[in-house]
């Protein structure tokens, strides 16, 4: 299999008609968006298995196969750097009886792939696409087979098939090629939902360990990174973003920057500022050598005071129910033997990726007569067409006129940086007129990416005499998850600082809310959101939309990062029912069972049990040190993926370091892909996640971010944003529960979540110090101590 | 003022000529945008990822900060573009790539060529054991006796890449 990544220097223009109407080809049309599934289900429902696809507007998304056997999906989605390419791939190859490498993807470009599908975030990917992309290559497959029955004379029961060629019996006798089969026909289908597909149990592709189709070129060095990319006459652009995140121009000096060899010109629009290069050591150095003056704007909230800041009523732009509750909460407390009430919070949190981001856009004076494209971007992004929407705005061109093109970039775990550097290059190369590459420096990446929001919570629970749980009771404080592109070029860091604002907020999505509810039976549970404003609202707008340029934050900007709030909710909630375990006496473990019936759940806790060695004694600690064993429990967004984790820890009693030794998971998914993808997936999601809970933290000052490189050093004093080392990272344990027969579910993201509430029951079992604050660091540890034994 | 400055290099065995206008601008750019190589990678510009290593004469560099002033003619670089021969993938490569050792795999080229350097540094001293896994952990986390340099993976493929370099380590040295 590969992916191709459409030549840069011409545009793509081969339409979706012009690849249907060529002979020699079968084209299934499906569609990856739900709505429109809905209304090709009921055209393929009105006109039987195989129809013409004569309406566009219901299609986004093609299975070609061609003359030569190979199968072309034409797809939205994007590999992320986890694995998704590789398990569509898998079950493509399943229900058409094709080999991995005869499936090319082409994917994420607004041109070859039309339709929004979205964003590749959330998990969504193959628990979604997965089933459609199944369904359209059955019906691929059982119009080949009839095929194959008229052209070899034999019914369809006599015929097998294997690696893109069907034959009779095993042996394959008489066989034809998918190509051969098709000849020059021009076969048009619509993706049949009812379409026979292939039992799960005669499975030999899904479900096995296929290694990653994209490693080996990415070990060997041939695989091209958005990074890595050029285009023909491209220039160098580096930004200079404010000195604050409020700040705002006042002037410049260019005259150092002539003595920079290559520097070509300064490109300045409101608050946005770039130097232009002709090669990229030229723009780095331009861009020192710039001289910008700044006027400050009104400070940030302070950051050592945010679990505040955030409960500040002024802040809040609604407040509301996440889910409707169960019970009256009120008088189960009021009426409760025992209450317990906690605050929590974790801060704000960085993308981090290792490869900051990049841009390229070509924006040209005018539109391509055949094409009517007048700019083209790469990038990074998780939605092609949310940023192409985004870039028109920020360009002043009709939608149409912009071609954005995905290219793989290093892990991005979420929003993060992407999207800028594309309307970064995108507003530099429509000020000079030629392509291009913005390649945002470390400063840049950790300075200015949207992050993780931080978050307050408190939550109160009553128990009854006999130590059962009778009222739960959650509320929420917390800024947005929902800062991506979406058409609007009021989201990007470029569109903000020249001048656009970011559309009114909505209201709350469930982004912040991810696994706040519980699926504990518990008689009565309440859960409640406070959503809180980055920036200062303007009166008279129901308190939604921000006051009038330049847009004035409160709090750095933010957006989505891994699991959303379902990282914080679930350290939150998690945490808190081992408080109220040990506020009843009862073992953590036995207590959670108590109030899990649905036997999946049940499933993976006595498998995480079994391989944690619950029941046995805990690890012994060295001298010195204090050993715990904590753990989690969660269904991702409430009614997917089931996990369990147990997590040991030592902790050291006078340097105050916590060091994670031991995750164990246990994960139900449902219908497992493959299995080595997953685990991988797994893996890095607990690795991930035991930094964020031990060390990152972004600082920042009045006005901005402080914590811009990766470690403190003699041009980097202060405290800087850390991840985890090698020597800190624990061993990781994973154990699955397949479900051959259910749908499959994503698991890009719930292990994220279960990670910081095992490692914080772990530490109060080594020590009898309950942490409510993440990351775990040394002086949290020794305060809580010191506060431990007075 | 920026003084131009002219090497001749020996790049993954092949001899290349290279001028910059600006003798402090980093090898890392003259390998990438000059020579159009796509192993070593940006990733933090201040030498504290990994993600930009290469070996000069053998010697682990992060060449974001390593300015091409500063080499000598007739230098011999070593990019993870020049590691595989024609015929195969260097053991390190097999090694990954058979652990599935990453997942956006963007720090790649700086866990190869760092274990590259480390494995090759110990065979130069003397020392033909196959490094435990804790040695490669310390090594990697900046730890050991012979190297400050921290490695950095952000999807969390730490384990699979120990386990990768280790397997690797058995065929360089066997």
């Known amino acids: 299999m590969t992916t191709t990544t459409p030549k840069a220097t011409t545009p793509p223009t081969m339409s979706r008609r012009r690849f249907l109407a060529r002979a020699g080809t079968l084209a299934v049309a499906f569609s990856l968006a739900p709505a429109l599934s809905q209304s090709l289900a009921t055209q393929a429902r009105a006109a039987g298995t195989a129809t013409t696809a004569g309406n566009d507007m219901a299609v986004d998304s093609w299975l070609v196969i061609g003359s030569d056997s190979g199968v072309t999906i034409y797809s939205g989605k994007v590999e992320l750097g986890t694995g998704v390419q590789t398990a569509l791939s898998q079950i493509v190859a399943e229900e058409l009886y094709v080999d991995l490498n005869q499936i090319t993807f082409v994917q994420g470009d607004t041109s070859l792939t039309p339709g929004d599908q979205g964003y590749t975030a959330g998990s969504q990917t193959v628990q979604s696409e997965g089933p459609k992309l199944r369904i359209a290559a059955a019906t691929a497959f059982q119009t080949l087979l009839g095929l194959a029955s008229q052209q070899i004379g034999v019914p369809t029961q006599a015929l097998q098939a294997r690696s893109g060629q069907i034959g009779i019996g095993h042996n394959l006798n008489r066989a034809r090629g998918y190509g051969q089969l098709i000849g020059q026909q021009q076969i048009q289908l619509t993706s049949n939902p009812n379409v026979a597909l292939k039992s799960p149990s005669n499975y030999t592709v899904v479900g096995t360990a296929v290694p990653r189709v994209d490693l080996p070129a990415k070990f060997l060095a041939t695989f091209s990174y958005l990074q890595d990319l050029t285009v023909g006459g491209m220039l160098h652009a580096r930004v200079v973003r404010p000195a604050g995140r409020n700040a705002s121009f006042v002037s410049l000096d260019d005259s150092a920057c002539a003595a920079v060899p290559g520097f070509l010109q300064v490109v300045q629009r409101g608050n946005f500022v770039a130097v232009v290069a002709s090669d990229e050591w030229a723009a780095i150095q331009s861009a020192k050598a710039l001289n910008v003056t700044w006027r400050q704007g009104p400070p940030l909230a302070a950051e050592g005071n945010l679990a505040a800041e955030l409960r500040d009523p002024a802040n809040i732009y609604q407040s509301g129910p996440s889910v409707a509750p169960v019970g009256d909460v009120d008088s189960a407390l009021a009426g409760a033997s025992a209450t317990l009430q906690a605050d929590y919070f974790t801060p704000f949190q960085m993308h981090a990726s290792v490869g900051p981001s990049c841009g390229i856009a070509d924006v040209r004076g005018a539109p391509d007569p055949a094409t009517g494209i007048q700019a083209t971007v790469w990038s990074g992004t998780q939605g092609v067409y949310p940023l192409q929407g985004a870039i028109a705005g920020l360009l002043g061109l009709p939608t149409a006129a912009v071609h954005v093109i995905y290219v793989e970039a290093a892990g991005c775990y979420g929003h993060n940086g992407a999207d800028d550097a594309a309307a970064d290059a995108a507003l530099i190369s429509q000020a000079v007129g030629k392509p291009v590459r913005v390649q945002w420096m470390r400063q840049d990446e950790h300075g200015w990416e949207p992050l993780g929001p931080a978050m307050a919570h408190t939550l109160r629970g009553g128990l009854d005499s006999k130590g059962n749980v009778v009222a739960w009771d959650h509320t929420v404080w917390t800024p947005s998850h929902s800062g991506r592109p979406g058409g609007n070029p009021g989201n990007l860091l470029a569109g903000q600082e020249i001048g656009a604002l970011p559309p009114a907020l909505g209201a709350p999505n469930g982004s912040g809310t991810r696994n706040q509810p519980v699926n504990y039976a518990f008689p009565n549970i309440r859960t409640t959101e406070n959503a809180v404003a980055n920036f200062a609202m303007a009166p008279g707008t129901g308190g939604r939309l921000a006051t009038a340029a330049p847009l004035t934050y409160t709090y750095p900007r933010t957006s989505s990062l891994r699991s959303l709030g379902g990282f914080s909710n679930s350290f939150a909630n998690e945490s808190f029912m081992d408080e109220l375990a040990a506020q009843a006496g009862r073992d953590p473990y036995a207590f959670r069972l108590s109030y899990l019936s649905d036997p999946r759940a049940v499933a993976v806790m006595k498998a995480m049990a079994k391989q944690a060695g619950l029941t046995g004694k805990k690890p012994s600690a060295p001298s010195g040190m204090l050993s715990g064993r904590g753990i989690a429990y969660l269904q991702y967004e409430n009614n997917l993926a089931y996990l369990a984790a147990a997590a040991e820890v030592l902790v050291n009693p006078a340097s105050g370091v916590v060091r994670v030794t031991r995750v164990v998971v246990a994960h139900d998914c449902g219908q497992i892909i493959n299995p080595d993808g997953l685990t991988n997936q797994i893996e890095g999601n607990v690795i991930q996640s035991v930094s964020r809970t031990l060390k990152e933290q972004v600082a920042f000052d009045a006005n901005g971010v402080t914590s811009v490189v990766w470690a403190t050093s003699a041009n980097f004093p202060g405290t800087q944003y850390s991840i985890l080392h090698f020597s800190e990272v624990p061993a990781v344990e994973v154990v699955l529960l397949d479900q051959p027969a259910a749908a499959p579910w994503g698991a890009g993201e719930p292990a994220t979540e279960i990670v910081p509430a095992a490692v914080g029951n772990a530490i109060y079992d080594a020590a009898g110090i309950r942490l409510r604050t993440i990351p775990f660091t040394p002086d949290l540890v020794l305060a809580a101590l010191a506060a431990k034994n007075g | ?174």
């Open chain 2, 1 to 174: 003022m920026a003084t131009p400055v002219t090497r001749t290099l020996s790049i993954n065995g092949t001899t290349h000529t290279v001028s910059v206008d600006d003798g402090t601008e980093p090898l890392l750019y003259v390998l990438r945008n000059l020579l159009g190589l796509k192993g070593p990678k940006f990733g933090c510009g201040v030498a504290q990822c990994g993600a930009c290593t290469v070996l000069v004469d053998g010697v682990i560099t992060r060449s974001c900060v390593k300015q091409l002033a500063t080499l000598n003619d007739g230098d011999s670089v070593t990019t993870l573009d020049g590691l595989a021969s024609s015929a195969r993938p260097h053991p390190l490569q097999q090694a990954f790539i058979a652990r599935q050792a990453g997942q956006c795999a963007y720090c790649g080229n700086a866990m190869i060529m760092g274990a590259l350097g480390f494995i090759e540094g110990r065979i130069a001293a003397g020392n033909r054991a196959v490094p435990s896994e804790d040695e490669i952990t310390q090594f990697l986390s900046g730890e050991s006796s012979t190297s400050p340099l921290v490695y950095l993976c952000r999807c969390g493929s730490h384990q699979r890449i120990v386990s990768a370099i280790q397997q690797a380590a058995k065929e360089m040295l066997s």
